[in-house]
């Protein structure tokens, strides 16, 4: 897999999407020697199930513990600290990763308790945990989700749970943006394998959770985050810390070269879509008929930005959705299942991004 690929597998099965995801990306030829010590580094940043948008799922750890172990790799370790106010242990127990570490007899190191050692992060000082520092190769598992303070969070805040607390809360401190680039010079980014099936609307901690049922995969974390803003909707610059990595020679932000290879057609979302209060309020505007997930999900998205532009009013047509309408005509639709209606957006699905742009120019 190259800097410039991104990977991408839709559907519900998450443990076998996720190998199947490792097996097109060729993660053994990647790592190479078997006996490296290989660390898988999710998204526990409080005790909230996956289900709530917060927490990377059990199932993408069991799914490359098992891929790992078939290729021959045994020393495994799943590693991570949660934020400040929670205790690492108990949102371990919470996602379920207890069950997931007894299964396939992998331990678990809580960085909240590790001792670190300071480094020169280019031109930054920044303490890193001892252990986190010293795995051959890291698994960056984050959760595609929005953030209250800095807009989006992704792979490359996702290594905040590779400090310990008193960086944490220096962090905050100092703004957040400028240590979240800094820090990726010296964190380890082999491979991201982003969580992309229910992250929340615009909070950490989850609550508001958005269903895309999409797993996606990444060699670049700045890449990685750059793509993240198209799909929830925003510009990189919306994400200070993107283009600051990316000067610092983290990575590039360059999605419209990069090449992304979708393994498969999204899914159709099963028995609906179910969403708290606050996403029922922005799905008044969509009118999906058979849509898939990671389409009405980038919906979702859109006319959450464009609700925070306050562009969403009484009295705009739906928006139309899904594979119900190939061949149907109307006035305004997303997807390519919507092509033959007055106005349409290309795409499978297409950008939230691309669909905010879209429905400011021809909407209402």
Not at 274 to 288: D, M, N, Y
Not at 310 to 326: D, F, H, M, S, T
Request: charged fraction near 25%.
């Amino acid at each position: 897999m190259n800097k410039n690929d991104i990977l991408l597998i839709h559907g519900t099965d998450y443990k076998e999407m996720t190998k199947r995801l490792l097996e097109q990306a060729d993660l053994a030829a990647d790592i190479g020697d078997k006996g490296k010590h290989i660390a898988l580094k999710p998204n526990l940043v409080t005790s909230a199930l996956p289900s709530e948008g917060a927490t990377t799922h059990g199932e993408l750890l069991a799914g490359t513990i098992e891929y790992l172990q078939e290729h021959g790799f045994e020393k495994i370790t799943i590693m991570e600290g949660s934020w400040v106010g929670d205790k690492t242990d108990r949102a371990f127990r919470t996602a379920g990763y207890d069950r997931v570490c007894r299964k396939y007899g992998v331990p678990f190191t809580d960085l909240q308790k590790d001792s670190s050692t300071e480094y020169n992060a280019a031109g930054m000082k920044i303490r890193l945990c001892d252990k986190a520092a010293a795995v051959d190769y890291m698994i960056n598992m984050p959760v595609l989700k929005g953030h209250c303070q800095t807009t989006v969070t992704c792979a490359l805040k996702n290594n905040k749970g590779v400090i310990p607390n008193s960086e944490k809360r220096r962090f905050h401190t100092l703004g957040l943006h400028k240590p979240i680039a800094h820090l990726n010079t010296i964190a380890k980014n082999d491979f991201i394998l982003v969580d992309n099936i229910c992250g929340d609307l615009d909070f950490e901690e989850g609550g508001n959770p958005v269903v895309m049922n999409r797993i996606l995969g990444f060699k670049d974390p700045v890449l990685c985050d750059a793509f993240v803003c198209d799909c929830m909707g925003y510009d990189v610059e919306d994400v200070p810390y993107i283009g600051l990595a990316e000067r610092l020679g983290v990575g590039s932000t360059d999605v419209a070269h990069a090449n992304v290879i979708c393994m498969n057609p999204p899914t159709e979302a099963e028995g609906g879509f179910h969403g708290t209060r606050r996403v029922q309020k922005l799905a008044q505007f969509a009118c999906p008929k058979d849509a898939c997930s990671a389409c009405y999900g980038s919906l979702i998205y859109a006319l959450d930005r464009l609700n925070d532009a306050g562009r969403l009013k009484k009295g705009l047509p739906p928006v139309a959705i899904g594979q119900g309408y190939q061949g149907e005509s109307g006035e305004i639709g997303v997807g390519k299942c919507t092509s033959c209606f007055q106005k349409s957006l290309a795409g499978c699905p297409p950008k939230a991004a691309d669909m905010v742009d879209f429905l400011m120019k021809n909407w209402g």
